[in-house]
């Protein structure tokens, strides 16, 4: 059995100024070490031709489909679709 890499719900939506874990994760600089470090996965994965998944979360435009964490934390703004 070979490894793969799951890389999971690293959207752009995630790392707004306003998004809680920007501020949980003191903002730009955690930010951009986990875009970094990510990249340097991605990297090694794409070089020694092993899988990477990447899972990406969708909701329906009217919030139908949203999950319970994303309820409670964006509950003044409305989501959209990639």
Known sequence: MK?????????????????????????????????????????????KELPIIHILTVYRKDGSTRDLWSKRNYKDRPRKNP
Not at 4 to 19: E, R, S, T, Y
Not at 31 to 36: E, M
Request: a positive charge; proline letters at 4%.
């Open 3 to 47: 490894p793969a890499l799951l890389v999971i719900d690293l959207q752009h939506w995630f790392f707004k100024d306003n998004a809680p874990v920007y501020s949980r994760h003191e903002g730009e600089k955690k930010v951009n070490k986990l875009i970094y470090n990510t990249n340097k996965l991605i990297d090694y994965f794409k070089e």
